[in-house]
């Protein structure tokens, strides 16, 4: 089993900045690739960026492109997600994700919240 614990949401202006942090634990060596999803409202869940634990390959949805990045620190067992020049389209619970060859985890979610 692989445990997955989210910080750092919160509510910040358009144009802030805001960094999301995945605390993994347990039998993270079968974890192959960790992802940010996010949920908005009535839409559905998608995928926001992902990492393959492998060799540190990125991917990103287009909406987010140059302005969120996802990164790992091994000796933390962490993942990041820095998010920048954020929009108010950006506002959605963001949970983080972690596949091994067979199961999928989650996290339980944080709120990000992107008003004026």
């Known amino acids: 089993q692989v445990q997955l614990v989210e910080s750092g949401g919160g509510l910040v202006q358009p144009w802030g900045s805001l960094r999301l942090s995945c605390a993994a634990s347990g039998s993270i060596f079968s974890i192959l690739v960790m992802g940010w999803y996010r949920q908005a409202p009535g839409k559905e869940r998608e995928l926001v960026a992902s990492i393959t634990m492998r060799n540190g390959r990125t991917a990103y949805v287009d909406s987010v492109k140059g302005r969120f990045t996802i990164s790992r620190d091994d000796a933390k067992i962490t993942v990041y997600l820095q998010m920048n020049t954020l929009k108010p389209e950006d506002t959605a619970v963001y949970y983080c994700?972690?596949?091994?060859?067979?199961?999928?985890?989650w996290g339980q979610g944080t709120q990000v919240t992107v008003s004026s």
């Open positions: 994700n972690g596949d091994s060859s067979n199961q999928r985890y």
